[in-house]
Every structure is written in structure tokens, then in C-alpha cells.
DNA sequence: TGACATGTACGCCAATGGCGTATATATACA
DNA sequence: TGTATATATACGCCATTGGCGTACATGTCA
């Protein structure tokens, strides 16, 4: 692969920090390897049903993640990540669609 | 497809339509069918790089989406909902992994 | 002129989403 | 007991997408 993606992220590190703050608005995201859904889930304390129809995800879906038939790429996570974090943002977002 | 997964959504609805508000944790969340990603790019003044670069997307798959070739999936649009409505929210979450 | 940033464009392949269906278990209720 | 329901596990299938590489056009600035 010859870490191409790596060179990609070095250089929009220098990018970042060559120039002056104001030049700098965007700081580079790490997104998570893997997430926990279940545990993110059950946190909430929602059925794999609730947390599905609440975010908009397919039940189906849900269950492979959890039962690690699948793994959720990397937007999904990023995602899942939010709603771990702040939950109300997500859902009072979400709804307003 | 006969309609299954309308059917899932009705059966959630009368999920949460049937008993009293304690038990109705849950809205049930419409994915929006498309969502501008260059538009809400733009909003944000940032280039396709430093867009990527800030919530962890591929620089391809912003290309991608802007020119029409790919559209997000169901998680992605979410995703960039949240970035839509609440991107300061969205930047110190994902930021703080 | 050259170097660089930005954006458009396309090919390729593995992985996932999205769907269906079957099974297991626990609970509630007639 | 029997049966209905909710919840979760489990697997097959296929079109679509993500993620990668690469080439090209344009604009800007030194």
C-alpha cells in the first residue's frame, strides 16, 4: 500500500501547522478503529429496535455490528462516536429532518 | 421488496403510538433521502481537504459524493447532517478521540 | 515559467449496507 | 399448558459504496 493515505494525513498535518493560526481552521480527525455499539446502546438503555429507529439505522444493521458480522465503516463510526458522546445533539438534529 | 421495511416502520410507529410517553423513548428518525455535501462544504469555507481532513472522511470520498459518482449511505448522510445543523458539536466530538 | 492547490474524472476490488429468513429465549397472559 | 410477543442471535444473497490509485484541467502566485 505504501502508505499513501499516511503521506496524505502528513501532509495536511503540515499544512496545518506550517502557517499561522488563522491559516489553521481545520484540525485532522482520527477516526476510531472500532466502536462498541452494544455498549453505546445499552448506555442509552434502548432495545436494538429503539436505537435503530432512533438514528435511523436498520435494524439488521445494528445486529451486525453487534454480533460482529459486520463492522461499521468509517462515516458510521464517526456517527456512532456522536451519538456516544452527545446523544440529545444527535437525536434533536436527527429529528429535524 | 413488498414493502418490508415500511412495514418495520409502521410496526415501530405502533410501537411507540401504543403506550403511554413514559414508554415512548423513541422518534423515529427519517434518513434524509440526499443531502448537498458541497453545499454544506461551502458553508463551512472550507476546501474539499481541509473538509475531509476535519471529520475524518477520505479525500476520494468527498470527491465522490460532490461529483455525483457515489451517494453517502445511510450512515453518512447522518453524519453530515449533524455537520449541517451542529458542526462545532460534531468538530469537538470527533476531535476528541 | 514553474510550483502548488483545488477540483473533476474514471477504473478497480473488497467490504458493507440492506434485504430476507430461521432460530432461541424470556416474559406475559388466556 | 399453550400461545403470542419482544428481544437478540445467526446466516445467505447481491447491488452499492468505500477506499484506493491515477490522470488531467484550471487558477494562483512567486
Given amino acids: 500500500m505504501s502508505g499513501s493515505k499516511i503521506l496524505e494525513g502528513l501532509k495536511e498535518a503540515?499544512?496545518?501547522?506550517?502557517?499561522?493560526?488563522?491559516?489553521?481552521?481545520?484540525?485532522?480527525?482520527?477516526?476510531?478503529?472500532?466502536?462498541?455499539?452494544?455498549?453505546?446502546?445499552?448506555?442509552?438503555?434502548?432495545?436494538?429496535?429503539?436505537f435503530a429507529a432512533a438514528f435511523g439505522f436498520p435494524l439488521a444493521t445494528v445486529q451486525n455490528w453487534e454480533q460482529g458480522r459486520r463492522k461499521p465503516e468509517g462515516s458510521a463510526r464517526m456517527l456512532l462516536r456522536i451519538i456516544e458522546e452527545a446523544p440529545e445533539t444527535a437525536e434533536r438534529v436527527l429529528q429535524t429532518g
Fill in 14 to 50: 503540515l499544512e496545518y501547522a506550517g502557517g499561522d493560526e488563522s491559516k489553521a481552521r481545520v484540525r485532522i480527525v482520527k477516526v476510531p478503529d472500532q466502536v462498541d455499539v452494544k455498549a453505546i446502546r445499552e448506555n442509552l438503555k434502548m432495545s436494538q429496535r429503539e
